[in-house]
């Protein structure tokens, strides 16, 4: 089993800039891969950013160039920087930790832009 509690959302205006975090517990050593991902009102969950256990990054279209994501692995936390936010972006942002026997999820956090 694997715990993740996200953190760190909010509401800024278009133009700025927000710092998730997601802290993972339990049994850390059988996660492969970490990601964030979101989901707004009247739309599909989408992936947004993923790290995988040796390193490789990929990002959504839509937000390559503007989110970063990165990891500390003393924390067992993910991060996901955002910048040049936009109201599109608004969305409830989930963590998510894949393991070789499933995939968990945090309760969300929820970002807001407003224009």
């Known amino acids: 089993q694997v715990q993740l509690v996200e953190s760190g959302g909010g509401v800024v205006q278009a133009g700025g800039s927000l710092r998730l975090s997601c802290a993972a517990s339990?049994?850390?050593?059988?996660?492969?891969?970490r990601a964030w991902y979101r989901q707004a009102p009247g739309k599909q969950r989408e992936v947004v950013a993923s790290i995988a256990r040796g390193g490789n990054i990929n990002y959504a279209d839509s937000v390559r160039g503007r989110f970063t994501i990165s990891r500390d692995n003393a924390k067992n936390t993910v991060y996901l920087q955002m910048k040049s936010l936009e109201p599109e972006d608004t969305a409830v942002y989930y963590c998510?930790?894949?393991?070789?026997?499933?995939?968990?999820w945090g309760k969300g956090t929820q970002v807001t832009v407003s224009s």
């Open positions: 998510n930790a894949q393991t070789w026997s499933g995939s968990y």
């Open positions: 339990g049994n850390i050593f059988s996660i492969n891969a």
